[in-house]
């Protein structure tokens, strides 16, 4: 029996399903969803990002997504105050809330917390992302590799974003990265269940390739078109725009980008469920059917 608070949270890689079961969870429940997706809160961003449908935002509310605006410093820390006060939003009308997304770095944060590291200056973090854009990932790996040895051992060396965040880090404050890691957990006051939507390799990534075709159909080229003149910014360094920039730019043709695409979100999903499957309080779940899913989860959530 269910004693207190709880948040239901669907982790897994994209293109897994966790939307439609967020979707069919909080129908059941009664209540609103909050997502933890890093991409999703921006309003300028939309088929690429694949956000829930018009007609299943209105008819379920949904936190952290068109939250946002691409313009808006938007990390684990502002997700996790943001979330923290959505949850409490949501626990005055309903005992449950829903929590669904991949970026795993956000639902860390509203679970454990995150540690304070020091105010980084704004110059260095833009020297470094300035290098980053002319020199590219080849050099961002090497000269975290030669300042923070330690973290380079056990850094994700393929994600720009963590490497940035560790560069800055230690160049503004001549410290590692990890000296800022307490590994202490915040308690919250209320109850947390993590389930992972876990499908074969070939499904997902049949669901992957399927994803993208659907993509391009619905218009996302013109969407990336019609951002281009931001396509610098921190919002806009995704897959699925990156690559369409880069048609667009003529670097290379229409069907390579969509190619890239599917490549790179395949990429992306396998990082996913690598950081996932560290976490030992995730429970995992595996049904091609979607009322299966629904009653394992409730079943693991609440018994």
């Known amino acids: 029996m269910k004693l207190q608070k ?129 020199e590219g990932l080849q050099w961002l790996q090497q000269e975290l590799k030669n300042k923070d040895p330690f973290f380079w051992q056990q850094a994700e060396q393929k994600n720009p974003q963590r490497l940035m965040r560790a560069l800055e880090v230690i160049t503004s404050t001549r410290r590692s990265i990890t000296d800022f890691r307490k590994n202490k957990k915040v308690q919250r006051p209320f109850y947390i269940s993590k389930i992972g939507i876990d499908l074969s390799k070939q499904q997902l990534h049949e669901n992957i390739e399927h994803r993208v075709d659907e993509m391009i159909q619905q218009g996302l080229v013109e969407e990336v078109k019609s951002l281009y003149s931001y396509k610098n910014m921190n919002a806009l360094q995704t897959v699925g725009y990156k690559e369409i920039f880069d048609f667009l730019d003529e670097k290379i043709i229409l069907p390579q980008a969509i190619a890239q695409i599917k490549t790179n979100t395949k990429q992306y999903a396998k990082r996913q469920l690598t950081w996932f499957k560290k976490d030992k309080d995730i429970q995992w779940i595996s049904s091609g059917n979607m009322h299966d899913y629904i009653q394992q989860i409730l079943k693991s959530s609440f018994n």
């Open 6 to 134: 709880t948040v239901i949270i669907i982790v897994g890689p994209t293109a897994s399903g966790k939307t439609d079961i967020s979707l069919q969870l909080a129908e059941h429940f009664k209540t609103s969803i909050i997502s933890a997706d890093s991409r999703q809160c921006y309003k300028e961003l939309n088929i690429g990002v694949a956000k829930p449908s018009k007609k299943a935002l209105h008819s379920i509310n949904h936190y952290f997504i068109n939250s946002h605006s691409i313009h808006d410093t938007v990390n684990a820390q502002v997700f996790e105050e943001y979330a923290l006060k959505a949850a409490d939003e949501i626990f005055k009308e309903n005992d449950t809330a829903i929590m669904v997304g991949g970026t795993g770095m956000y639902i860390k944060a509203f679970c454990e917390g995150l540690d304070e590291i020091p105010e980084i200056d704004l110059s260095v973090r833009n020297e470094i992302i300035k290098n980053y854009k002319e």
